[in-house]
């Protein structure tokens, strides 16, 4: 709890980009979070911030040092440069298994008190998550202990994130139908497209996508895929005919697939709420589609040996417990072939089970939302933790 009186506490995020967007877009909700609902004073550490501008335009990416919505933003160039104890900050978060720079590891050994160091893992539904969670780590040399924090899905793991404020926004918008439709026609979106059903696409580029646009095409039903500039690649470009630039849209039988521009990240989550159906990809959009109260299928970010595979059977198993129809289509999405198929998913057949599912999947997104809300939001519980470690006395920490 932050006290008027009380020196504010500092706290370092180091991010590596890796998936494009997923891994800073993680990194800048956590920050943003942590400097507005807990006073924290927090900088950020990225080494691309190309792609940090996509999600937050304004962001310069030619400076060094900034400070962008009340957070300091720093250009992590490489792991060389220097740094005294007075830079160290009271709390350092390497995520995903980062390597911080060894100096600044150093003067983090050299700081009295040390600095509660975290490694923030990824997202994960598989079980040996929660025996993990804030397990300690001895640095081999220096007086340093580092902490391994999973964000989870359970109570015994750091919950996900998942601002104060966001149940009341969310419940305001979807409550406004005329604040969904001005929200959609500032993106371009025409009202019979706004009325028929709606899809976003987000997706990495091996996605099935062009057998899916046909399997749509076919449907009785009118659709509109909205997606992303950027998304899709070739199979978005061959429906239209063109390149997939902003604005371009175009209908093929039923489906009418329209590329909209990049959007910030609570445009995004307005994008979430007023579709019928949502397709992610990684964490960031993965956990933005939970509190959207809406179906959504998961394009879980590729791993060698298809260990990717593994953690997506243990999320469905979670989620999807009863609802076959959305297991099967989700497995096909992220290549995994179902019992008894040729290796050839028949996308017609899995769009048309899942579509007269779709109530039945909107239902079980409303109650997941509720029971994952009870574990408490990532932000909280980490500095929750941070605080327990830094109240033990230096000589009695593990």
């Known amino acids: 709890m932050f006290l008027p009186n009380q020196p504010q506490t500092s706290l370092a995020i180091f991010c590596k980009v890796v998936d494009n967007y997923g891994d800073i877009g993680i990194c800048w909700r956590l920050a943003r979070q942590l400097q507005l609902e807990h006073r924290i ?57 980062c390597d911080i720079p060894p100096r600044y590891v150093a003067a983090m050994a050299e700081r009295s008190p040390h600095p509660v160091w975290i490694n923030l893992e990824g997202l994960s539904a598989e079980e040996w998550v929660e025996g ?11 007086p340093l202990t580092k902490y391994f924090f999973y964000p989870g899905f359970t109570g015994k793991t750091g919950g996900l994130l998942h601002e104060s404020s966001l149940e009341e926004e969310r419940r305001q918008f979807q409550s406004n139908p005329d604040a969904m439709q001005d929200f959609l026609a500032c993106l371009g979106v025409m009202p019979s497209e706004a009325a028929s059903f709606k899809i976003s696409l987000f997706c990495y580029p091996h996605a099935p996508v062009s057998a899916l646009f046909k399997a749509w095409q076919n449907t009785d039903t009118a659709v509109t895929c909205l997606v992303p ?53 990684g964490e960031d959009s993965f956990v933005r589609a939970q509190w959207a109260d809406k179906p959504f299928i998961w394009h879980i970010y590729p791993q060698d040996e298809n260990l990717h595979h593994k953690k997506l059977r243990a999320f469905l198993t979670r989620y999807a417990d009863g609802l076959e129809r959305l297991h099967a289509f989700s ?68």
């Open 229 to 281: 500039e950027g998304v899709g690649g070739e199979a978005v470009k061959a429906f239209l005919g063109t390149e997939a630039k902003v604005g371009i849209m175009r209908t093929r039988g039923a489906l009418t697939v329209r590329v909209l521009p990049f959007v910030s990240q609570p445009d995004y989550d307005k994008l979430l709420w007023a579709c019928d159906l949502n397709f992610v990809r």
């Open 41 to 97: 004073a927090v900088t950020l550490w990225v080494d691309d911030l190309r792609s940090f501008q996509r999600i937050c335009p304004g962001l310069a990416v030619d400076a060094e040092a900034q400070e962008f919505a009340g957070v300091t933003v720093r250009h992590w160039r490489d792991q060389e440069g220097e740094f005294s104890t007075s830079e160290v900050a009271d709390i350092v978060i390497e995520f995903f298994g």
């Open 331 to 398: 497995l096909c999405w992220n290549g995994v072939a179902l019992e008894g198929n040729d290796g050839m998913p028949n996308w017609p057949s899995l769009w048309t089970q899942l579509q007269g599912d779709i109530p039945k999947i909107a239902l079980k997104a409303v109650e997941w939302r509720h029971q994952v809300l009870k574990n408490g939001d990532l932000a909280s519980n980490l500095v929750a933790f941070a605080d327990k470690r830094r109240s033990i006395p230096e000589q009695n920490k593990v």
């Open 132 to 142: 993990c969670h804030t397990l300690p780590s001895p640095h081999p040399r220096m």
